[in-house]
Each structure stands twice: as C-alpha cells, then as structure tokens.
C-alpha cells in the first residue's frame, strides 16, 4: 500500500503558477506510476498528467500541455506539478493518484489504486 498526500493548493489570479506537491508513504515510491487529476464543481474527474515510475516519460492531456509539468524525486518520494499561466477553467480540486507496476501511464482514473485527499486551487479571473 501507499498513502499520499498533496499539499500546494491556493487562490491564485489568473496568469499565475503554482506548483503542487504529492508526498508518498508505504512501498517503494519508484515502483509505482503517478498521476494528476481534477475535478471541477459538477464535472467528472478527469485527467490532468501522468508520469512513468522512472520520471522518463510523461504524458498530459491537451487543455494543460505547454503550461503544467510533471516531474518526480524518487529520493524524496515526492511527486510535483508545476502549473503556470493557470487560467479560471483551472479551478478544481486536484488529486495524486498512484498505481504499482511498469504499464503505460494511463489516463483512466479506474487504473489507479490508490488517491490522496486532494487539494483546492483555485484561480480568480
């Protein structure tokens, strides 16, 4: 088992950063690929980045691409998301999320065993 836990959640105004962190605890954190989510008030959880169990690939879906990035320190057992020019349509609650074993990374939040409670960020127009 792994427990997460994210913490760098806030009120930023839109054109801003922020950047997230995922705290792992439990197996060995380089065994497992990682991935962001969000969900916004009255919409599905959806898929934001993932990352290999190595940190060598990545993968982010189109609405973030070019402005979040997705990283890794396997020494710290530690996952980050660094978000810049966040926009309103950002807002949501964001969750790590960790699955173990080698696959692809995927983008299904059913491929993923375990969850952290999540984080709000929230961004002002």
């Known amino acids: 088992q792994v427990q997460l836990v994210e913490s760098g959640g806030g009120l930023v105004q839109a054109g801003g950063s922020l950047r997230l962190s995922c705290a792992a605890s439990g197996r060995t954190f380089n065994g497992y690929r990682m991935g962001w989510f969000r969900q916004a008030l009255g919409n599905e959880r959806e898929f934001v980045a993932g990352i290999s169990p190595s940190g060598s690939s990545t993968l982010y879906a189109d609405l973030v691409k070019g402005r979040f990035t997705i990283s890794r320190d396997n020494a710290k057992n530690t996952m980050y998301l660094q978000m810049n020019n966040l926009k309103p349509e950002d807002t949501a609650v964001y969750y790590c999320?960790?699955?173990?074993?080698?696959?692809?990374?995927?983008?299904?939040?059913?491929?993923?065993?375990?969850w952290g409670q999540g984080t709000q960020v929230s961004v002002s127009s």
């Open positions: 999320a960790a699955d173990f074993g080698w696959d692809p990374i995927s983008r299904l939040k059913e491929a993923y065993d375990y």
